[in-house]
């Protein structure tokens, strides 16, 4: 393949993308903002430090009793994060960096087509909002 514009593209979800550190997820759950997207709730805060994005996938136990249909819905979250996270991605990457946590609150599983439409309009909600918080500050 030889795209000038898929060269640049990274379809991975690499560790360094995946929010992991207890201090960063008390902060995002402390100081976060949150917006409500059935089936998801979004929690999002913006974050100097870190290089990339992080995202934080969690599906409810109390909803969910077995393991087997939690992981079966993360592996679908995720799946849609990976292939659409470029929409979060601004060119001239002057966008602040996220940390964003995915909460599922859907009562059943959902198929992978509504679950993949949600995601992207909530990753372009949250682009929208970075996009009106860096034009804030620099006014």
Not at 5 to 31: C, G, Q, V
Not at 38 to 48: E, G, H, N, R, S
Not at 64 to 91: C, G, P, S
């Amino acid at each position: 393949m030889s795209g000038s514009n898929t060269t640049n593209l990274k379809y991975t979800f690499p560790k360094s993308e995946r929010l992991h550190s207890k201090k960063l997820i008390k902060e995002l759950f402390e100081k976060g903002s949150s917006f409500y997207l059935y089936p998801f709730k979004v929690i999002y805060l913006p974050q100097a430090e870190i290089d990339s994005n992080q995202v934080l996938i969690s599906v409810s136990k109390k909803k969910f009793k077995k393991a087997v249909t939690r992981n079966l819905i993360k592996r679908k979250v995720k799946e849609t994060y990976r292939l659409n996270k470029h929409l979060l991605t601004d060119e001239s990457s002057t966008l602040p960096k996220l940390l964003i946590g995915y909460i599922y609150t859907g009562n059943d599983i959902l198929p992978y087509q509504t679950i993949e439409s949600k995601l992207k309009k909530s990753l372009l909600r949250l682009k929208k909002e970075l996009n009106d918080l860096s034009h804030k500050d620099q006014s």
